[in-house]
């Protein structure tokens, strides 16, 4: 049947009416899942024990996406395997309210010092954002006879092997900064692997090790104290923390930088409007300033950047990573 125009342009428009009056239901349905997110609490794995630096950005984290997110975000500690426990756990969550603390162990050096995991790091985990860098420091027993990292150095090669180092397991960011600091120096210093930071440090703070590499919010306080003589940072210059406390650059190894990073990954089931929320909420919770100040307090340094540039930096992290390794011949427990 043919219409007249005036009556064909009256329908196309009633048609037009019917079909928007259709579209709000849906339209406030997708709007109301995504804002709907999260429904209930949120839960961080942290794929270490109690201790270290990543408790210190995990729960300084937490607190700040708790108020941004309208639940609780709390932590829950899952050490065991380098970190590997804990991602296989996240990878197969899909209850969409389960995060975890990528670490440059887990995202960038676990894939390439086990021959084979239960995931991929990759295809089974989704960047959200890079939280906080965190400095590496040297450090040494009080009772170790070396004031300096050049000290340490000429204490080492006198006795190969028989100075040691303790780390919280292996391929963990201790781990590496001090395999790498061995490779600058050209030294030979024992391997202790612990079963995450806590542990480690009780036995550095005791003598029974004679030297670490550990994140400094996690040691600050021992240097402080006495207990513990930083040698070097790992840091491109000086901390304000420490002033008078050289880099390896400055100690005669130009070029040096060992600084370890915390980041916020997700299940590959997470929708991407939950993705985006909690990275706009990272965003937001890095540039507190309460958060600000209490993680630079511990010379930790916030970011809180986008998925794609937290992704952009796992991958360029796992490049430079995977050639020390091969170099080191760095092997899981």
């Keep these: 049947m043919t219409f ?4 064909r342009r009256a329908l196309q428009a009633g048609g037009a009416l019917a079909a928007a009056s259709a579209f709000p239901s849906l339209l406030l349905g997708n709007a109301h899942a995504q804002s709907a997110w999260p429904t209930k609490s949120v839960r961080l794995i942290v794929p270490f024990a109690p201790g270290g630096s990543s408790e210190i950005v995990a729960r300084s984290a937490a607190s700040e996406l708790t108020k941004t997110l309208g639940q609780s975000v709390f932590v829950d500690n ?15 969550s899909t209850d969409g309210h389960t995060l975890i603390l990528g670490h440059i162990g887990t995202m960038a050096v676990n894939p390439f010092i086990y021959d084979k995991l239960p995931f991929d790091t990759n295809r089974d985990f989704q960047p959200i ?31 190969p092997g028989q100075l040691n180092y303790g780390s919280a397991g292996n391929g963990s960011a201790g781990h590496l900064a001090f395999e790498y ?20 440090l009780t036995d550095l703070l005791a003598g029974r090790l004679d030297a670490a590499a ?7 306080a021992h240097i402080k104290s006495g207990k513990l003589r930083c040698i070097a940072t790992g ?11 050289p880099t390896v650059a400055e100690s005669g190894f130009p070029g040096f930088e060992m600084t370890q990073w915390y980041g916020l990954n997700a299940p590959a089931s997470m929708s991407q409007a939950a993705i985006d929320k909690i990275a706009e909420a990272c965003g937001k919770a890095m540039r507190n300033p309460l958060a600000t100040e209490r993680l630079r307090g511990d010379t930790a340094q ?3 950047d986008s998925p794609a540039q937290y992704g952009a930096f796992i991958a360029a992290e796992q490049a430079r990573w995977k050639k020390v390794i091969a170099r080191a011949k760095i092997h899981p427990d």
Aim: aromatic share 4%.
């Design 214 to 220: 550990v994140g400094a919010p996690a040691i600050l």
């Design 181 to 200: 600091l061995k490779m600058a120096t050209n030294t030979f210093v024992l391997h202790v692997p612990y079963r995450g930071t806590g542990p480690q």
């Design 78 to 92: 899952k050490p065991g395997a380098g970190g590997n426990i804990a991602m296989q756990e996240c990878a197969a």
């Design 235 to 245: 840091t491109k210059e000086r901390l304000p923390q420490l002033p008078d406390v």
């Design 302 to 304: 916030p970011v809180g």
């Design 129 to 159: 954002s890079l939280l906080a860098k965190v400095p590496s420091l040297y450090v040494v027993n009080a009772n170790v006879p070396a004031k300096n990292l050049q000290e340490f150095i000429a204490l080492a090669r006198a006795k």
């Design 4 to 7: 007249p125009p005036n009556r």
